[in-house]
């Protein structure tokens, strides 16, 4: 619309009408776009080449984060349509879900950041819990799944180093063995 008009300038009730905004914001707007401050009384106009210049450029500064906003929003609705399916065919079966808060270390767990409880060796994954009633060891043994998969899933590289770290094949025992033979 900023190209097909005809006026070198417009006012706020222009802004206000253009972009759908309230007084304020208009004014806002106006002054994020170069617009000069106006005086008291007087109309603050803002000339319609800079403000199609600024609309451009913040479109092209800005249009990569509502990209990844809605990709989050649809990956979330996904996610939760998800978890409604599963709980409806938990309660059809007369299961009870497990549920626990979900803290943010949860969210961000890495390999490194894993309970004590949790052990990644070669070949194995311990999860111990040997402490609390039984409905307590399932709601804990529960959490430390979730943060294990978050934990496997936001640091995979880790999780690679430390398969690798223990594995000790007989061919790397054997050349061992034999560098200590050759002192």
């Given amino acids: 619309m900023l190209r097909r008009m005809k006026s070198k300038q ?8 253009l972009f759908l905004l309230q007084r304020r914001a208009a004014n806002e707007l106006m002054t994020q776009a170069g617009a000069p401050k106006a005086k008291r009384g007087e109309a603050v106009l803002i000339d319609r ?23 989050t929003s649809t990956e979330l609705s ?14 059809k079966e007369g299961k009870q879900p497990v549920s626990f ?3 943010e270390k949860y969210l961000r767990a890495t390999c490194t950041s894993l309970p004590h409880a949790i052990r990644i060796e070669h070949g194995r994954i311990t999860i111990e819990v040997a402490e609390g009633t039984p409905d307590e060891m399932q709601q804990l043994a529960c959490q430390f799944l979730y943060e294990l998969a978050m ?9 690679r ?10 061919s790397s025992i054997r050349s061992l063995l034999q560098s200590l033979g050759e002192y």
């Fill in 78 to 91: 996904r996610s939760v349509a998800e978890v409604q399916a599963l709980r409806e065919a938990m309660a």
């Fill in 161 to 170: 180093d430390l398969i690798a770290a223990n594995h000790d094949s007989p």
């Fill in 151 to 159: 934990a496997l899933n936001n640091d995979p590289d880790s999780f």
């Fill in 101 to 103: 808060p979900l803290d």
């Fill in 49 to 71: 080449t800079s403000l199609l210049a600024w609309t451009e450029r913040t479109f092209k500064d800005e249009s990569w984060q509502l990209e990844r906003r809605k990709e």
């Fill in 10 to 17: 417009l006012d706020r009730a222009a802004i206000e009408e």
